[in-house]
């Protein structure tokens, strides 16, 4: 593995305490019936896909890593396909969580949009890889 690829597998592996701690968090928020959370569906909604999106992520981004090395790209481009994965399980929580971040939020915030960069960071990324190893 590419000392580029190891940095963002470093970077991505920090994260990972991270989508732990928040899963604990919405555990504690079911288990002790937290307001603004259990009594507001879209709240509830927004951070469990958060809280997925960003461990499912993580772990694609991780695998990716790998594939990014064995890439026919010039070096340039792989960092921008590094730097373009592992943006996606960053920013696409952070638009889940931050879009809704007040107990009394009924509708996402301008936030949400969060979400999209890191779809289109996503789709990006994953499809330049993907026709490289073609």
């Known amino acids: ?75 340039g481009v792989k960092a921008v396909v590094r730097t373009l994965i592992v943006a996606a399980p960053i920013l696409m929580p952070l638009g889940f969580f931050l879009s809704v971040v007040r107990p009394s939020d009924t509708k996402p915030s301008k936030l949400i949009w969060l979400t999209v960069a890191g779809g289109v960071s996503l789709a990006a990324g994953t499809l330049t890889l993907g026709v490289s190893l073609l």
């Open 1 to 75: 593995m590419s000392p580029s690829s190891l940095s963002a597998a470093g970077v991505l592996l920090i994260t990972v305490p991270l989508v732990a701690f928040g899963g604990v968090s919405l555990l504690s928020f079911l288990m002790r019936n937290v307001p603004g959370y259990l009594d507001n569906p879209v709240r509830r909604g927004l951070w469990r896909a958060g809280h997925a999106h960003a461990g499912v992520l993580v772990l694609f981004a991780l695998v990716a890593m790998v594939y990014v090395d064995q890439a026919s790209l010039p070096e």
